[in-house]
């Protein structure tokens, strides 16, 4: 299916280690959002964002080449790409992770958007950035210049952080499975109220509740043929509802229907990514 929706993914690209089987997967927030939008028929799908000089960041590129994700506007500077080291729970197929070099050099340098940067930005429909991007001081520039933005929180972040960047927002992600469903609620509203237009929260097993500031959606998971590894699930999730319920916007149907069919649509993309080893392939052996 294609898409008429043109979308950045700005931030992180790491390695995720597999330590049990040695096994190196291209990884990060932005990156996996702008793969699943390229999988899912985008008209266009991008990554931004600062490349290492290691085999690890020679891993991600070409990976990224071969799926066809348009790289034009991301720096490859000297150093060590960012990595993670993970291993797989054999009985449920969750990810653990077991550390992380903090983004390597990406964390170091970060990306400034200049005014040709912006120019490029503005040809989006959406971008898309998250918790560990280190992109944070950069969304008030893609604001300015009208792109919505969408973001992903983490399990870390602190309500001053929700304070700073929620406002900065359209589409606000998070994880909500390590507290109970009336919290959730509560949390969506009061992250609703900073500002953004549309906000989802991730339970695990029990799927999703999403608030568009006047009405709760409720979406349960969708059945896994096979599960594999449940990385990437929640990137797979936001992904596949972003792209589908902008289309939608595009052709003036969004609202609340377009967002019931967006969140079915997403929650079958993410059980299909949980078939798949490091959510969408292109492993590599290393020593």
Not at 1 to 29: C, R, S, W
Not at 108 to 127: P, Q, T, W
């Amino acid at each position: 299916m294609a898409y008429q929706v043109k979308v950045l993914g700005f931030g992180d690209n790491v390695v995720d280690k597999y330590e049990h089987i040695k096994t190196m997967y291209p990884g990060g927030n932005a990156v996996n959002f702008a793969v699943f939008a390229k999988k899912l028929g985008a008209e266009r799908s991008a990554y931004m964002g600062i490349f290492g000089s290691d085999k690890e960041a020679e891993h991600v590129i070409a990976s990224l080449q071969e799926e066809g994700v348009e790289l034009v506007k991301c720096k490859q500077v000297i150093g060590e790409n960012g990595a993670a080291r993970v291993t797989v729970n054999p009985e449920n197929g969750d990810r653990i992770f077991l550390g992380s070099n903090e983004g390597g050099i990406r964390g170091d340098m970060l990306y400034a958007l200049d005014r040709f940067s912006i120019e490029y930005v503005k040809g989006f429909d959406l971008v898309h950035s998250g918790n560990y991007c280190f992109t944070e001081r950069e969304l008030p520039k893609i604001k300015a210049a009208g792109v919505p933005i969408s973001f992903d929180f983490s399990d870390d972040s602190t309500d001053e952080y929700y304070e700073r960047i929620a406002p900065l927002v359209d589409y606000a992600f998070m994880s909500c499975s390590d507290i109970s469903k009336e919290e959730t609620y509560e949390k969506l509203k009061k992250v609703s109220a900073l500002g953004p237009k549309f906000v989802c929260a991730s339970r695990g097993d029990e799927g999703c509740i999403a608030y568009d500031g006047s009405e709760f959606y409720v979406q349960g998971i969708k059945p896994v043929e096979n599960m594999v590894d449940t990385m990437a699930a929640g990137d797979s999730l936001l992904t596949a509802f972003l792209v589908n319920y902008l289309a939608r916007e595009k052709e003036g149907k969004g609202g609340p229907e377009a967002i019931r069919e967006s969140l079915d649509l997403a929650a079958g993309f993410a059980a299909n990514t949980c078939g798949l080893a490091g959510s969408w392939g292109h492993g590599k052996v290393y020593e």
